[in-house]
């Protein structure tokens, strides 16, 4: 069973920056990617990342703001969040796969982690 973990969620005022981290196990190199889910909304896509870090996908909402990054060599993903809005306040998810569009098209990645809160105050 592959696990995924997060870390380095916490709270940060409007226009602030965070960074993410999550690994998850395993000797196979995934896909990896992050998802969120605000109070009463559904989860959603916010960034995905191929095994070969060299293809990128980003939700319109945070084009230009956020940027995921990978280790190469392991699956270990990042994701920095810049100029945060207090609308970017959610519980964050690390998602892994095999292939990339399970992550991005589908939304249905096999693995997830627990979450890390993220809340942004104005």
């Known amino acids: 069973q592959v696990q995924v973990v997060e870390s380095g969620g916490g709270l940060v005022q409007a226009g602030g920056s965070l960074s993410l981290s999550c690994a998850a196990s395993?000797?196979?190199?995934?896909?990896m990617g992050w998802f969120r889910q605000a109070p009463g909304k559904e989860r959603e896509f916010v960034a995905a990342?191929?095994?070969?870090?060299?293809?990128?996908y980003y939700a319109d909402s945070v084009k230009g703001r956020f940027a995921i990054s990978r280790d190469p060599a392991r699956n270990t993903v990042y994701l920095r969040m810049n100029s945060l809005k207090p609308e970017d306040t959610a519980v964050y998810y690390c998602?892994?796969?095999?292939?990339?569009?399970?992550?991005?098209?589908?939304?249905?990645?096999?693995?997830w982690g627990q979450g890390t809160q993220v809340t942004v105050s104005s």
């Open positions: 998602a892994a796969d095999q292939f990339l569009s399970s992550i991005t098209t589908d939304s249905r990645p096999g693995y």
């Open positions: 395993g000797r196979t190199l995934y896909a």
């Open positions: 990342i191929s095994r070969n870090p060299s293809t990128t």
